[in-house]
């Protein structure tokens, strides 16, 4: 069941969303509400535990690799844009790695 709910494309779009939060946090932090500031910090903080917890998860399973884990894990506390950046390039890996689709048939 993990296999199923930990895909690549949803981590990829679940830290896109936390890096949106922080970002959203960074401009409030010199022009927003108290309200705003802290509903957005327990969200970062949130949604950091959360994707750690799911990145540890999906390296076990084989879903991403130990360097994706680690941007999203470990760096993402301090600056979630790494491992955001770090979901494209792999993505772009995958992308390259993949191998080419088959011609078609031709009939003669």
Not at 25 to 36: K, N, Y
Not at 41 to 53: E, Q
Not at 56 to 79: M, N, P, S, T
Not at 84 to 104: G, L
Request: aromatic content about 8%; glycine content about 8%; proline content about 6%.
């Amino acid at each position: 069941m993990a296999r199923r709910l930990l895909t690549f494309e949803r981590l990829k779009w679940a830290s896109f969303t936390h890096s949106a939060i922080y970002t959203a946090l960074l401009v409030t932090v010199f022009t927003g509400p108290d309200e705003a500031k802290l509903v957005l910090g327990w969200a970062h903080g949130i949604g950091w535990i959360v994707m750690s917890l799911a990145s540890i998860a999906a390296l076990r399973l084989r879903v991403i690799d130990l360097r994706l884990a680690v941007a999203v894990a470990v760096l993402g506390g301090v600056g979630p844009f790494i491992g955001s950046i770090e979901f494209v390039r792999s993505a772009r890996r995958r992308r390259s790695e993949a191998p080419a689709p088959a011609p078609a048939p031709t009939s003669a």
